[in-house]
Nanobody, 129 residues
Framework: QLQLVESGGGLVQPGGSLRLSCAAS????????IGWFRQAPGKEREGVSC????????NYADSVKGRFTISRDNAKNTVFLQMNSLKPEDTAIYYC??????????????????????WGKGTLVTVSS
């Protein structure tokens, strides 16, 4: 069974940090670009960041640029999202998703949720004092 499982969410004070993990089971992430998305209460889901299957390309939403860093460890079949300088407006459920992109697209990634093949169930991040 193909699964993506997010972890690492929780309650953090403004200015704090969290590291989210997205672990795959039942398939290897080597051929997949990975996107992180979030959905705040009463808002539409939005793309936060993505990383290509090669790891060579990363993209970020303007709202998180300079504060969040996406990375991957294919040996561990896991993708990470390091979130620093967190703000109350970062409060949301964070989802990871996998987009199968084979050669010659190994250096591409997208934050369009319609392109994703597999989704995790999400992890809640709450930024509050």
């Amino acid at each position: 069974q193909l699964q993506l499982v997010e972890s690492g969410g929780g309650l953090v004070q403004p200015g704090g940090s969290l590291r989210l993990s997205c672990a795959a089971s039942g398939f290897t992430l080597d051929d997949y670009a990975i996107g992180w998305f979030r959905q705040a209460p009463g808002k539409e889901r939005e793309g936060v960041s993505c990383i290509s299957s090669s790891g060579a390309t990363t993209n970020y939403a303007d709202s998180v640029k300079g504060r969040f860093t996406i990375s991957r460890d294919n040996a561990k079949n896991t993708v990470f999202l390091q979130m620093n300088s967190l703000k109350p407006e970062d409060t949301a459920i964070y989802y990871c998703a996998a987009d199968r992109l084979l050669w010659p697209f190994q250096n591409m990634c997208t934050m369009k949720d319609g392109a994703m093949d597999h989704w995790g169930k999400g992890t809640l991040v709450t930024v509050s004092s």
